[in-house]
């Protein structure tokens, strides 16, 4: 089970040994963000910060008509625990969703299990057969992440990329105590301990040469989670990463003369508009160009690797490539 951390009540005290902090290390998830990003269209956004981000979502959501019920019944809010078996901490750095989908796949029966009420139904139905139903909760959750994630991947997966070189130079400068103690307000680091604010209960946990797994997630905020049951997965954390604030600020188009004079004034300048994953209509009304102009210029954009597109029902959505966002950023 995955469990939410709230800086209200006890202190847990996670114990590092010298083989723990060799083995503590950084990962991003996928998988993770799109059980984390369904808890926000449910309600766990209470602060607002995704607000922009839902609302581009969801009639998305209904347009691509999904049957998305063999996920949504895992994912109860306000139940802060999570099935463990939905969210397996990755094995490598940067897991593609694919890879982490075989991992879901091959869950031994055993270990489809939960203790939050809401989701004992579909837990239940998946231990029917185990096979069958898991397979169709990764097609569900691949169709979900098509539409809800997929354009907004390149600008999420810059953010961790940051926070994670941030925290690697603050454990270049002044090792383990630097890197966790500055890691979020609710986690402090003394004397090999590190102190975990959390709900009710407070206690000691041995990470038993494990070491610890960090994992920064843009949908937890202002929240952290936390796996430490299962003997056969690495103890997790999943934190918010800095300058979650920004991620879906909208910022005034940069005007670049640099990037004009190699891609051209109008390809520099949809480069620049899709700070937000949008549709040929939509940028052609942006900028005042004929759709079929605009749809030139993209294909072109596309061409070079610097956009992406994706289809949700009759409508495609073009989003900056990983190389877009870091021209745009230059």
């Not at 029917?128 to 691949?142: F, Q």
């Not at 354009?151 to 130079?169: N, Q």
């Not at 056969?232 to 934190?239: E, I, V």
Request: include cysteine; aromatic fraction near 6%; proline fraction near 8%.
């Amino acid at each position: 089970m995955v469990h939410e951390r709230q800086a209200e009540g006890g202190t847990l005290e996670i114990e590092f040994s010298a083989e723990d902090v060799a083995r503590t290390r950084f990962a991003v998830s996928p998988l993770w963000e799109v059980v984390a990003s369904v808890r926000v269209l449910k309600g766990a956004d209470e602060q607002g910060l995704h607000r922009r981000w839902a609302e581009q979502v969801r009639p998305l959501l209904a347009a691509a008509k999904l049957d998305l019920a063999p996920l949504f019944c895992l994912i109860n809010v306000p139940t802060v625990g999570i099935p463990g078996f939905l969210v397996p901490p990755p094995t490598t750095p940067q897991p593609s969703l694919e890879v982490e989908l075989a991992t879901l796949r091959s869950t031994p029966p055993e270990l489809l299990h939960t203790k939050s009420p809401g989701a004992q139904p579909g837990v239940a139905a998946l231990r029917e057969d185990p096979k069958r139903g898991l397979g169709r909760l990764a097609e569900v959750i691949a169709a979900y992440w098509d539409v809800a994630l997929a354009p907004y991947w390149p600008r999420i997966l810059t953010l961790f990329e940051g926070d994670i070189l941030h925290r690697a130079k603050h454990f270049a400068e002044g090792g383990a105590r630097r890197l966790l103690d500055d890691l979020d307000p609710q986690l402090t680091w003394d004397s090999g301990t590190l102190q975990l604010a959390r709900r009710c209960t407070r206690g000691a946990l041995q990470l038993d040469g494990r070491g610890l797994l960090l994992v920064p997630s843009v949908f937890v905020w202002p929240r952290i989670f936390s796996t430490f049951g299962c003997k056969d997965w690495q103890p997790t954390l999943r934190y918010p990463p800095r300058g979650i604030g920004t991620l879906w600020e909208q910022r005034p188009p940069p005007h670049s003369h640099a990037l004009a004079g190699v891609l051209g004034r109008t390809r520099a300048l949809l480069l620049a508009e899709l700070a937000a994953p949008a549709s040929t209509t939509d940028l052609a009304r942006r900028i005042g160009l004929s759709p079929g102009g605009v749809s030139q210029h993209l294909t072109a954009l596309r061409t070079a690797g610097l956009v992406s597109a994706h289809r949700t029902g009759r409508v495609v959505l073009y989003a900056r490539t990983r190389v877009g966002e870091a021209l745009v950023r230059g």
